[in-house]
């Protein structure tokens, strides 16, 4: 099994930046990739981004260029650098954690406000 927690989130104004962060526990070998999502009241959950256990990366169009994902194996995290934040962008965002012999993991979450 995989635990994950998120951070870092919190309010910012616009065109400001935050760096979230996903501590993960547990069957920490068993994973292949990390990800984020993000769900905004009233509305579908929605990929942000995604990071491959070699690193390779993708991202939905409404962040990139603006929104880095990594990670740091060693230290079990998976970060989202966000910046030139928008209104747009708030949302709950989750991490995500796919295994090998287990369904995908979901963290709690961690609210994201970006508001003047």
């Known amino acids: 099994q995989v635990q994950l927690v998120e951070s870092g989130g919190g309010l910012v104004q616009p065109g400001g930046s935050l760096r979230l962060s996903c501590a993960a526990s547990?069957?920490?070998?068993?994973?292949?990739?990390m990800g984020w999502y993000r769900q905004a009241p009233g509305k579908q959950r929605d990929l942000v981004a995604t990071?491959?256990?070699?690193?390779?990366?993708n991202y939905a169009d409404s962040v990139k260029g603006r929104f880095t994902i990594s990670r740091d194996n060693a230290k079990n995290t998976v970060y989202l650098q966000m910046n030139n934040l928008k209104p747009e962008d708030t949302a709950v965002y989750y991490c995500t954690a796919d295994s090998v012999f287990a369904s995908r993991s979901w963290g709690q979450g961690t609210q994201v406000t970006v508001s003047s």
């Open positions: 547990g069957s920490i070998s068993r994973i292949y990739n």
């Open positions: 990071i491959t256990n070699g690193g390779s990366t």
